[in-house]
């Protein structure tokens, strides 16, 4: 989706970018405040005077924010694309006194969906990343610590790899707490043959990874190893039927239909500069699969007293590739 057939499809003269994310994604720099105007033939990148000369070596315009107004006289901008999800009313009411104003909600998240080569390269990157994290974490496993204590190593790792932290608030989940989705690491501690779920991510270059797995700590019941393998089984059923120009929701189902039973949240969605990005992989989707989109795959099954996460992040290609080295085998879960 070329910026220059949206101006056009909208009848507008620019847009006017607010959100980090988009900000980095058009101009490749981001500082507190900054604004980023999108139009026809370039963009104009707005910081503090402060910054000015952090903002170097940038494929776009760089002003002092304080000449904005300016800026939009100078280009004779009367009709003017906002982010209307993320511009506060202060703002809103000011800009609105000086040009129209167009609520464009989540449009540089359809622009970002397609992913560039170096972007693709540096989601592989902090995947890689995430994968030694978790190698170097589960020897730190052992009866008696705490889904806390696990958090810490986890963060000092993080530090050790010289990445920006991590791209979510990582979940560690012993035993029970398992079974909730988004659980929050607390002081339990671990016990003999007891599941664990890890669903963490790092961030580098501003850009993010997402990745599940779900362990067992001693000797596995048959419940647990009868779940883990449907789990693991819609995963795969999942991959094989991604392809190009197929309905996300598609997918999803194929992955239940592998299951047996329902997922209670989405099988997928996107990552990038945000955790979650297009496409949705769910079942009310209508996003369609194409070529250099970064998604994860994710399917869960939660019983009462445990939960099964297996998550990896993947670009579509020519193929389906993994962006993610850790082992999903049941025999490699074990510990």
Known sequence: ???????????????????????????????????????????????????????????????????????????????????????????????????????????????????????IAKIKKV???????????????????????????????????????????????????????HHAPSTKKLKKNTPIMIDIGLKKDEYLADMTRSFFYGKPNEQWCNVYKKVLKAHAEAIKAVSSERMCSFVHQRAEMAMGEKLIHALGHGVGLEIHEYPLVSLGSEDVFQKNQVFTIEPGIYRKNFGIRIENTYVLQEKLISLNRSPIDISKMII
């Open 127 to 181: 995947s890689h990343l995430t994968d030694q994290l978790i190698s170097k974490l589960i020897p730190m496993v052992k009866e008696g610590i705490s889904e806390l204590d696990l958090l810490n190593h986890a963060k000092k790792i993080s530090i050790d790899l010289n990445t920006q932290g991590f791209s979510f608030d990582p979940i560690i989940a012993f035993g029970s707490h398992s079974a909730c989705p």
């Open 1 to 119: 989706m070329l910026i220059e057939n949206i101006l056009k499809e909208k009848g507008i003269d620019g847009i006017l970018l607010s959100k980090k994310e988009n900000i980095l994604y058009s101009t490749g720099f981001f500082s507190e405040g900054a604004l980023a105007l999108v139009l026809p033939r370039c963009v104009i990148l707005f910081v503090s005077h402060l910054d000015i000369k952090n903002a170097k070596n940038l494929d776009c315009e760089l002003e002092d924010i304080r000449e904005f107004f300016k800026i939009i006289e100078q280009f004779k901008i009367e009709k003017l694309g906002f982010e209307s999800e993320d511009m506060s009313f202060a703002r809103h009411k000011r800009l609105s006194a000086q040009v129209r104003l167009i609520s464009l909600p989540d449009i540089y998240k359809k622009i970002r969906i397609i992913k560039k080569d170096q972007e």
